[in-house]
């Protein structure tokens, strides 16, 4: 399942509704929709972020004339998030426990083991 992307900037924990992409080579910073995918080089940002964008002193910002909106869940996201409910759900899966040795204590994936040379 596709998780939320949030905004990139420090602090923000808002949902990413923009992504800003610079072009150094025409000094101009690219306001746009969210893209599909999250690229290297570009930062997502919330809405208010990606209204108050301003770009250095010599360059031009570029801003989506549209209305920014969050994506809607796909089929494929709705789907993984059945799946994993119901996996979560299921009564009949209990974890297999590995064989432990007589002497030896387990507590989660570390296991404790007696000193051999004590008596």
Do not use: I
């Not at 998030?81 to 387990?106: F, I, N, T």
């Amino acid at each position: 399942m596709r998780s939320v992307r949030r905004c990139s900037r420090t602090g923000c924990a808002n949902p990413a509704v923009a992504t800003l992409t610079y072009a150094y080579a025409d000094s101009t910073a690219v306001v746009g929709p969210l893209a599909t995918y999250s690229e290297p080089h570009s930062y997502d940002l919330c809405e208010e972020h990606a209204l108050r964008l301003t770009a250095p002193r010599g360059w031009e910002v570029v801003r989506h004339q549209g209305e920014f909106a969050a994506p809607e869940p796909t089929v494929d996201d709705l789907t993984a998030l059945a799946e994993a409910v119901r996996e979560a759900g299921r009564a009949d899966v209990s974890p297999k426990l590995p064989d432990v040795p007589a002497g030896s204590h387990r507590r989660g994936h570390l296991r404790v083991l007696p000193d051999p040379h004590e008596d």
